[in-house]
């Protein structure tokens, strides 16, 4: 009997009435040695999860990011059930609205006024559209991953369905290297509307980047978005704004502020955010949803604690220098690479010999779940992690670069991989956030 027999079967079922068998793309069993990975979690509880079949996890893919306190909390979860006795969502506004905005606004150094959506890419679309509106200009110049929508995802190699005007009106530039974001407002002089990036990739901005993209930008008469749907409230209480100090004229948040709940805002100045009362329409049905109003309160509040952070970057430094140590010791440098500031570290592989970088991530993903972790590669720290869970990973990541050195030694995974070989939806030099 399988060890995930109730996980197969669930995804037999699954992938018959639901593309890929799942709702997003990086939570499906392509991102794993599918037949030998559970592929469906029954619950919860801290860092941990327990699957269908009843096996048990330490997790560090906290549900894609959104996981920055823990699963099954109670403060949050007592939050969410005092509003479910009240109601869900009502026929005008409710004081949870109110109260979430002006925690916003406290909290975020450019947040003078908040709109509230529900996923990442609502927020950074409506950023979007605001900006357009107050500069009159259609172009934006993009750096990272900003969702699923037309003028986001037009300008990558899965752009299908996306007309090829509305993907032309997105340009990209390069992160850390300004000159080429010099390079497009010249191309483009007074046609790019707005910039926007995710602040911190890979390992962070260097050399005044930031600085430099803010001042170029306004040099520019363009609007400066962060998008912080993955970095907000993950490295600093105030985002990347904080941690290095530059505010941009808007921001867009998701994932953590809710951890897990359904919730995303677009922050900024009044000036601009203040369009949304003259025409420009960013509304939703459900922007209000009040139980996730409550629960990301409640959430603010455990993340706003003194020594929150401290501790989440110490746990992932631990956890980085491990896994640099470890490359080190069994001479994976050229294959095996460490990525990442310390909250949100990980690996990244390369191909070798006769092996591509999915039979290297492949072997690494099947070692991890072996030893009872689940990773996708680069891994979110939360605050129900401790040093033991830690060291689990570090235990279980020897054994990767034991079976790694294995097979770029005979050049084949034959003998060491079980299940299938991983197949992500998006393969390198695409984006893999959703």
């Not at 068998?21 to 327990?50: M, N, V, W």
């Not at 962070?204 to 001042?215: A, C, H, R």
């Not at 170029?216 to 998008?227: K, P």
Request: charged content about 25%.
């Amino acid at each position: 009997m399988s060890k995930y027999e109730k996980s197969n079967e669930l995804l037999k079922r699954a992938v018959e009435v639901t593309p890929l068998g799942a709702q997003t793309y990086s939570k499906s069993y392509r991102y794993y040695c599918q037949g030998d990975s559970p592929a469906f979690i029954d619950r919860g509880e801290g860092c941990y999860l327990y699957d269908v079949d009843g096996n048990k996890f330490i997790d560090f893919v906290c549900a894609l990011g959104p996981i920055t306190i823990g699963y099954n909390v109670k403060e949050i979860n007592d939050a969410v059930k005092a509003q479910l006795d009240k109601g869900i969502s009502f026929s005008l506004q409710a004081e949870v609205e109110v109260d979430l905005a002006e925690k916003i606004i406290e909290i975020i150094p450019c947040a003078e006024m908040v709109r509230f959506v529900k996923n990442g890419g609502d927020a950074t679309t409506a950023a979007i559209r605001l900006a357009r509106a107050y500069t009159g200009r259609d172009l934006v110049a993009l750096s990272g991953y900003h969702g699923m929508h037309d003028w986001s995802i037009g300008s990558t190699e899965n752009n299908k369905g996306i007309p090829k005007d509305i993907s032309n009106l997105t340009k990209t530039f390069e992160y850390n290297n300004i000159k080429s974001l010099e390079e497009l407002f010249n191309q483009y002089p007074n046609e790019i509307g707005a910039v926007i990036l995710e602040p911190i990739q890979a390992n962070g901005p260097k050399d005044d980047f930031l600085q430099n993209v803010k001042e170029l930008t306004h040099e520019n008469g363009a609007v400066l978005i962060f998008d912080e749907v993955v970095s907000g409230f993950r490295y600093a209480l105030g985002g990347a704004s904080e941690l290095y100090d530059v505010v941009p004229d808007m921001a867009a948040f998701g994932k953590g502020m809710g951890n897990g709940l359904p919730i995303s805002a677009v922050a900024g100045k009044k000036e601009i955010m203040k369009q949304i009362e003259e025409g420009i329409f960013v509304s939703t049905t459900f922007g209000g949803e009040a139980l996730s109003m409550a629960g990301s309160l409640a959430a603010l509040d455990i993340l706003e604690k003194p020594g929150t952070y401290e501790y989440i970057w110490n746990l992932g430094t631990i956890l980085k220098e491990g896994l640099e140590n470890l490359i080190d010791e069994y001479e994976l440098n050229d294959v095996v690479l460490v990525s990442g500031l310390s909250p949100h570290c990980g690996v990244e592989f390369e191909d070798v010999g006769g092996l591509d970088y999915l039979d290297i991530n492949s072997i690494y993903s099947q070692a991890m779940i072996h030893n009872g972790i689940i990773t996708v590669g680069i891994n979110n720290i939360n605050l129900s992690h401790t040093e033991d869970e830690i060291n689990a990973y570090l235990v279980a990541a020897e054994e990767a670069m034991v079976n790694i050195k294995k097979a770029i030694e005979q050049d084949s995974t034959e003998g060491i991989l079980v299940g299938k070989k991983v197949d992500p939806v998006f393969k390198r030099n695409i984006v893999e956030e959703d």
